[in-house]
């Protein structure tokens, strides 16, 4: 367990599963925690969403040995939401006598034969009235039997912390088994690894879930034990690695941890709700000290009046009552999200009650040392924060998810984000923000994340508020909007973040610890698809129509076609560039299709490549960063193009975001980052506008996290 003093909790019976949650699993039992990603408003409201009509679980039944996993699937009938929460024969998460179910619906048999048959039930988060079910026969294997020390309740792990686990294997006389993570011998830096003596290793990070059951949300995983004398004989375990910012922290606290308004609670009928969010940093205006978070988290998305309650830790993790919290600030101003004037920021501040929050502003687990594997806790670099650039190394502490590392992927953002109107409300409202944050990788952040400071890794300068997200994306104000919009109404001062003098610019350490959950240098691997195949021959003709004048061009030495890695799964001419040459004159486009700038020193083959000669090309060179460095100039001659085409983008329905990235088919090109939403329709986007690349990605609706 954390040193900090995290707290065990029990399920009220009249705490209904909410619409936005996220599982964290302690030994002995399972808690369902609301997280914050309530409130907000915008220009009008969405209609409830007619009833569910059904739940239907996959597959409907089935038989298991002792101890072996099934993933289940939940599809919700007449919701867009596909979320959620599941029981094995009546029990949240399960049992050791009927076996367990993970928040991703990964069900665990238990390691005796139960005295009946198991039902695994799924039930909708949008209408709790509607649930659907899976009938499992659980019988003993005829072999080898595994049973994993411990494996008869869930077990909780804190991030970058480790647990041993031992395995009994009887039934043969080759006791040696294999260990797995989610599947995976040995595991992987996102969930988890495991040595083969059974030493498991915590992500550094909690980990975050994609699947449409659960998605956007912290999840566990399955460690297993496999048998090596016979595969069908194994045991698993539920871990959900947890960060230490969801503690309960003696006065004065440190930030980046879970918190949120006392008030911030929905009740229906028998049923309560609550939300909360992450308390981000500290800021001081006038003299006076404050913390800062969103206004969904403080404010209750505007519902909220000055001077309630700021608490720590956050209602989620108190089963929505204020025992066992400490009330420490009072809400002093907020930015509303209705009527504030623009620029739109998500954002609120609330004033320190003297001695309960540490007045340094000191952030969990972002120092710039770390110590026994651990990182220390730091704080900012003090002053107005930087603003954002494409390519830069970014880190938050978060309430959800902890101590998280990623890039920069687009400046200048446009977003549509999705709010709720109150704790766990079925009534919708976007709001469009402009100028905004935007940071790509699964894992960075989660629900209950919102109101984290996101700085800087190389020298940790705050450079924006994180309030959104989809399943694999984070949306933020840039800090110096916040600071605007919270300026003194009175005399205008703004406030400036607080953090130690003494210490200044400094790395975030746990960034660079080994085994890191999110790296800083991610690659991109081109991708093919049925649209890569059926369009391929559109491709390959433009290559040949103008293989002529691009083979022309002074630094192109040859031409093929393969992926493109601006649009993935769909093809691209290839031009084999010499790095050393100068770069002028290559189209972003030919005939419609997009072309892609393959860089080298040299290259063994020249002129019009076949398939294959272009395949083995493009494995002799090193792939391309997710997000490359951009010249000032590049974002300059971006900005005019996304100026002009970004509102006539974001009026599509599919569209959700429009910022100024790098190209990935161009490097050291700018290109503009189209967002859509996955599952939708979309017509087609040209490869360019403007002169400017376009850059398609797809993720999850974002929404208030």
Not at 171 to 193: C, D, E, F, L, R
Not at 367 to 375: S, V
Request: with cysteine.
């Amino acid at each position: 367990m954390s040193p900090r003093g995290f707290k065990r909790q029990t399920l009220l019976p009249s705490m209904i599963l909410g619409r936005r949650s996220a599982w964290f699993v302690l030994p002995g039992l399972v808690l369902m925690l609301l997280v914050a990603s309530c409130g907000g408003s915008g220009s009008g409201t969405t209609p409830p969403p007619p009833p569910t009509s059904s739940v239907t679980v996959t597959p409907q039944t089935l038989t298991l040995t002792t101890g072996a996993s099934q993933q289940f699937s939940a599809t919700v009938k007449g919701e867009t939401s596909q979320q959620v929460s599941w029981k094995v024969n009546g029990s949240w998460g399960g049992n050791a006598t009927y076996g367990f179910v993970s928040q991703d619906g990964v069900y665990v048999a238990p390691s005796t034969v139960p005295p009946a048959t198991v039902s695994v039930t799924a039930v909708s988060f949008a209408d709790l009235s509607k649930s659907g079910s899976a009938t499992v026969t659980v019988k003993a294997n005829s072999g080898a039997h595994v049973v994993v020390a411990g494996g008869s309740a869930p077990l909780s792990v804190v991030t970058f912390g480790s647990h041993a686990f031992t395995a009994t294997v009887t039934g043969t006389t080759n006791t040696a088994v294999t260990w797995q993570v989610n599947s995976i011998t040995g595991g992987a830096a996102p969930t988890g690894t495991i040595t083969a003596g059974g030493l498991y290793y915590a992500p550094h990070s909690a980990p975050v879930s994609t699947n449409p059951n659960n998605d956007g949300r912290t999840t566990d995983v399955i460690v297993t034990a496999v048998s090596q004398a016979d595969a069908t004989a194994s045991d698993s375990v539920i871990v959900t690695p947890y960060p230490a910012q969801v503690g309960s922290f003696a006065l004065p606290i440190p930030l980046g941890t879970t918190g949120g308004n006392g008030q911030d609670t929905t009740t229906s009928g028998s049923s309560t709700y609550c939300c909360g969010g992450t308390l981000g940093s500290l800021i001081s205006r006038g003299g006076t000290l404050y913390i800062l978070s969103n206004n969904h988290v403080l404010a209750r998305s505007d519902q909220a009046s000055l001077g309630e309650s700021i608490i720590q830790p956050a209602l989620i993790q108190t089963n929505c009552s204020t025992v066992g919290t400490n009330t420490v600030a009072h809400l002093s101003q907020f930015f509303n999200l209705e009527t504030g004037p623009l620029p739109n920021v998500d954002a609120a501040m609330a004033e320190i009650v003297s001695g309960a929050v540490e007045p340094l502003g000191t952030i969990l687990q972002l120092g710039a040392t770390a110590n026994g594997g651990q990182p220390t806790d730091g704080t900012p670099n003090p002053g107005p924060g930087v603003a954002p650039t494409i390519g830069r190394s970014v880190a938050k502490s978060g309430g959800a998810t902890g101590l998280t590392c990623a890039t920069i992927t687009a400046i200048n953002a446009s977003v549509d984000i999705e709010y709720s109107k109150g704790c766990n409300s079925s009534q919708t409202f976007d709001i469009e923000y402009v100028n905004q944050v935007y940071v790509s990788g699964v894992g960075f952040s989660a629900d209950g994340d919102s109101g984290s400071l996101i700085v800087t890794q190389d020298t940790a300068d705050p450079v924006g508020l994180l309030y959104g997200g989809s399943d694999s994306d984070t949306v933020a104000n840039p800090v110096a909007e916040v600071l605007e919009q919270l300026a003194d109404p009175n005399s205008g001062e703004k406030p400036l973040f607080v953090g130690d003098d003494s210490v200044g610019p400094h790395i975030v350490a746990a960034c660079s610890i080994p085994q890191p959950t999110s790296s800083v240098s991610v690659f991109l691997t081109p991708a093919q698809s049925e649209a890569f195949a059926r369009n391929l021959p559109a491709a390959t003709a433009a290559r040949d129509a103008h293989a002529e004048e691009l083979l022309a061009l002074p630094a192109v030495r040859a031409l093929g076609v393969g992926a493109s890695l601006d649009h993935p799964g769909e093809p691209a001419v290839l031009l084999f560039v010499d790095r050393r040459a100068v770069r002028s004159g290559i189209p972003a486009q030919v005939d419609g299709v997009r072309t892609r700038i393959v860089e080298g020193d040299s290259f063994a083959q020249s002129g019009v490549l076949t398939p294959e000669q272009s395949a083995a090309l493009e494995q002799t060179v090193p792939l391309p960063l997710f997000v490359s460095p951009v010249s000032e100039a590049e974002v300059a001659r971006a900005r005019v193009i996304h100026e002009g085409h970004s509102g006539e983008l974001m009026r599509r329905s599919d569209i959700q975001a429009v910022g100024i990235t790098s190209s990935a088919d161009s490097p050291g090109e700018a290109a503009l980052l189209i967002v859509l939403i996955r599952g939708m329709s979309h017509d087609p986007i040209p490869a360019a506008l403007g002169g400017v690349r376009t850059r398609i990605r797809e993720t999850s609706r974002l929404r208030a996290r």
